[in-house]
C-alpha cells in the first residue's frame, strides 16, 4: 500500500495520510451520513481486497455487520478475512431448557432467513441429510435432561446504562430439515466468531462435536474461520470423559476452572496432560479441583523434562488434591513455613534443556495430614500453584 491513503493509528487515535497531511478519522453512524455521498444502488467499488481489509481493521462489529448487510462483495470479504477482523462481545454464554426461563414466548429471537441463507454445495447437503436421517443430535444433555426436544442458547450483554440485555434463541435437539441445519450453522458461526466475557458450563447440555463436524466443510477449506468459543473466564463442571475433549477442541478462555465430576480420572489422565501442556496459546490460568496427586507429579516431571516447554499453560492451580506428591531434586529456593496448622512450602523449578525458563511452585497443605477430608477421600494437598515465571 502506498503512502497516500494509508491509516495510521496513534494512542487510540486514527488518522488519514493524503499528500503529506494527517487527517483525523472520525466515526459516525451509516445514518448520519449526508445524503451527497451516501452509496447508491448500483454504484461499482474498483478497491482491491487488501486495501478494504486494511479499513475494515479498524471497524468494530457493529460496523463491520452495517458493511456486510449492505452488498454481497462486502459480505464475502468480511466472511472470507473474519478470523483477522473483530468480534462481538457479550457478557456471557448460555445453554438452557425452555422450563429454566421465566418469561413468554415472544422474548425469542427469530433469526431472518437472509442471515442463514448461503450456498449450499452438494457434498455438505448430503452430509446434512445423513445427519437428519440418523438423527444426529445438535445437543449432547445428561439423563435428566434426556426428554428435552428444544435448547434455548442464551447470549447476554450489558449496553451503556447498564441495563442487561438477552437474546434467547431456540434450536431443536435433533434436527429434522435443511432449514434448521442452516439455522445452527448461522448460530454455532455466529458464537466461534464473537468474544463472551463468562461462560459457565454444568455439562448438563454441550453442543454436540460430530454437529460441529456435520455443519461445516473441513475437508473443502471452505470454513476460514476458527471453530472455537473464545472467552474471558468460563466455570465448567465436567461429567463425562468426552466433555474435556470438547474442552480441548473448542474452547479458548484467559481463564478455566474446572470440576470433574466423574469417576475412572486414570482413563482422562492423557487429556488432562495434554491440556495443561500443550494448550498455552488456549489458556492461560487453568484451575482443576479434586484431582489425585498423578496429574501434580506429571506436571513437575514435565516442567523438569520437556523438550517442549513453551507450549505449557502459564498458570495452573490444582485444589484439594488426594494421593501423595513427589519431590524434585531439582527445586531451588525451598521455603518453609507453618501458620495456623497450615503448612506452605514454595520452591522454584527449571527446564534441564532450557534452564532460562522458570516455574514457581506454592504448596498448601495441612501440617497434620490426617486432618483433612474431602468427598469421603483424604485431601494431602489443599492448594498447589504451579506459575511461570521467566
Partial sequence: MSENGKIIEYEGIKYYLEDGQLYRLVPIGRGQLPVEIKPKKGVKLSLPQENLLDVFKFLDFDQLLSFQQTSFYFKNIVDKYGKELARKKFKWLGFCRISDLKFGENNFVEIPPHLYDFKLSKRLEQKWIRGIEES??????TTQYSDIDTVVCELGEVNYNWRRGLYYIKLPKLPKNLEEMAIARYLFKLIFNCAFEYYENHDMIRINPQMIDLLFD???ETTNFPLQIHLQGAELTLRCHTSLY???NFLVSNYCGVYINFIN?????????KILTEGGNKFLNITFYQLHSTLYNFIIKHIETSQEITKMVKEIELQNISGPRISSERAENIKVEINEKLKFTTFQLANKHNPKIKFSVSIKEDEDQSAHVEGGNRVLTREAIIKRID
Fill in 246 to 248: 470438547f474442552m480441548w
Fill in 265 to 273: 480420572e486414570e482413563r482422562s489422565m492423557d487429556i488432562l496432560c
Fill in 218 to 220: 473441513y475437508e473443502n
Fill in 136 to 141: 444426529i443430535p445438535m445437543f449432547l444433555t
